[in-house]
């Protein structure tokens, strides 16, 4: 009998450093969601800028080497050509020369990854607003920085025929 509560005492307590220690794992010191939030505005800051300039290279800064671009209507584009493939199409094809991100909410710890909510807005070459839509970016940080991992967007608007 008291072997038998002997064991069970040495089970609980050991069921509670278990618990304890899976839980202290799980927390990441040193996560800042605003400094966070203060490089993805920087980004999104000058993304658009590769447009305006006609430069790719400001465009393709702004992604992960390992990257995902999910947009509408067409197949994702992934790896490290990605983005200058993503580039071409909406600088050539789709004409889009500016834009505006609005941020809607941040979501995360801010340590390895975190989910950027936010609406879009396209324009071209005479300033006219051409499209708009809503998104959701998965951030990771890199040894170059936060940078998008995983973008995928879609448009408020019904495709043209």
């Known amino acids: 009998m008291k072997r038998n509560r002997l064991f069970k005492s040495i089970t609980a307590i050991t069921m509670l450093i278990v618990l304890y220690s899976c839980g202290a794992a799980t927390s990441k010191p040193g996560a800042d969601l605003e400094e966070v939030k203060k490089a ?22 702004r992604y992960a080497e390992d990257c995902c671009i999910m947009a509408p209507e067409a197949p994702q584009l992934c790896g490290p050509i990605a983005p200058l493939e993503f580039f071409r199409i909406a600088y050539y094809g789709i004409g889009l020369r500016n834009g ?45 920085g936060w940078k998008m991992y995983r973008d995928s967007f879609s448009s408020n608007n019904k495709p043209q025929s």
């Open 100 to 144: 505006k991100f609005t941020t809607t909410a941040i979501y995360g710890d801010g340590v390895e990854y975190v989910t950027e909510e936010g609406l879009w807005e396209s324009f071209d070459a005479n300033g006219n607003r051409f499209d708009n839509g809503k998104f959701l970016v998965l951030w990771k940080k890199t040894g170059k």
């Open 40 to 61: 993805i505005a920087a980004s999104n800051a000058i993304y658009f800028e590769a447009f305006s300039k006609g430069d790719s290279s400001i465009f393709i800064d």
